[in-house]
């Protein structure tokens, strides 16, 4: 009851007037219009209600005012944490380090793997890893799992020396990246059949369970969340052209995608360039990025490119660049600061689901064009963070990897933001 009332006082916050999706549509104006959501539960104070009327605006089941002339609406979901609870990129390279499917490196370089590896964890994973054969024997070798593990969910060595170096911050990120470039050796088909296997283990497992790789406990569950399938399934109904966008590697979001409705035609995630029909450690580039200089992946800055790129058609620099609204996804969901460039540019309605990222939560607290919603992750949300979000001072990560203030469109900082949506 006292979460309820939180929530509730909360919602009232929130509220801003004038906003063009302040307001659910009444009955009478939703009658036999567009295609309802039907699951309510865990959305938060009237996001359900302004998700509908966007549903009832673009949709073209509705009078379609606000669409583009000739073209269907565009919405596009980031997809772990956003679309699933936890992250189907972590439970692929898990089930991977549990299988022994990691290929030795070319040459036994492990420089040959990302072009941001230090000299310290190439030396490092040389170390703990076997020179001979084939495929790493992780399945056993705990020494080799735990090296490879935390390189990539730490970005340091199990010694503590620094892992990546010298990337843009806001085009990609080395870690996510690595594991696309660990795949190298393997067809997609095989690559799938891994991502069908950890899904399948994943979605049996019960909420909460763990799983044992090398010496450690790691999560061991996914769940698709019910709310989010809903949306989707509306949208797609009422007309919307739905994309899916991950920072996981593509052909494990196509596996799950599915579960949803979403075609792989209509995901992107990280895309490996393939050699005599095999992946190799080198990923295909966007805008003014080539394939093969592996700078610039579905990351921040990055994901806008991507979008533009696949969904849009927009070329070269162009890509990487704002594009005028006509050319821009009506809706998009996200959880982390890896979305924050995709929402920002959506013209109708960005819904948030807080895990407490600090640019992210800046930007959608501010609100200042009255089309962000927030909600709690819809299974195991987090509480309320006790301090307020930095964004005068340091929820910006520069290009660099500077911490800077959060600046809205006009330069303006924005200032520190309460959080003010969130569980029980």
Known sequence: MQSARRWQAAAAALAIAGSAFAAAPTAQARTGACPELTVTQGWYGQNKARLQELVDTYGTCGHGAARAKGRKPVAVFDWDNTVVKNDVGDATMYWMLRHSKIRRPLHGDWHTTSRYLTDQAATALAAACPSGGTTLPTATDTRCADEIRTVYGDGRTTGGATAFAGWDRRATEPQYAWLAQLMSGWRTADVRSFARAARSENLAAPLGAEQRVG????????????????????????????????????????????????????????????????????????????????????????????????????????????????????????????????????????????????????????????????????????????????????????????????????????????????GG
Not at 250 to 270: L, M, R, S, Y
Not at 334 to 342: A, K, L, M
Request: with cysteine; aromatic share 8%; net charge neutral.
């Open 215 to 422: 010496t450690a406990e790691v999560t061991g569950w996914v769940r698709y969340y019910d709310q989010q399938r809903d949306l989707i399934r509306t949208l797609q109904k009422a007309g919307f052209d739905v994309w899916i966008t991950s920072a996981s590697p593509e052909p494990v979001v196509d596996e799950w995608a599915g579960g949803v409705g979403i075609a792989p035609d209509h995901t992107i995630g990280i895309r490996p360039v393939t050699a005599h029909g095999r992946l190799t450690p080198h990923l295909k580039g966007c805008g003014t990025v080539a394939d093969g200089e592996d700078a610039m992946i579905t990351y921040i800055d990055g994901k806008r490119c991507w979008i533009n790129q696949e969904v849009f058609g927009v070329r070269g620099a162009a890509a990487e660049r704002v594009s005028p609204a006509a050319r821009r996804q009506v809706f998009a969901a996200g959880d982390s600061d890896t979305d924050v460039s995709f929402l920002r540019d959506a013209t109708g309605l960005r819904l948030v689901l807080n895990r407490n990222k600090n640019e992210l939560m800046c930007r959608a607290y501010d609100n200042g064009d009255g089309r962000w919603i927030v909600n709690p992750m819809f299974i195991q949300p987090k509480g309320q963070k006790s301090a307020a979000y930095p964004c005068a001072t340091t929820a910006y990560t520069d290009h660099d990897g500077t911490a800077a203030p959060v600046r809205r469109t006009d330069g303006t900082v924005v200032p520190d933001q309460k959080d003010t949506v969130y």
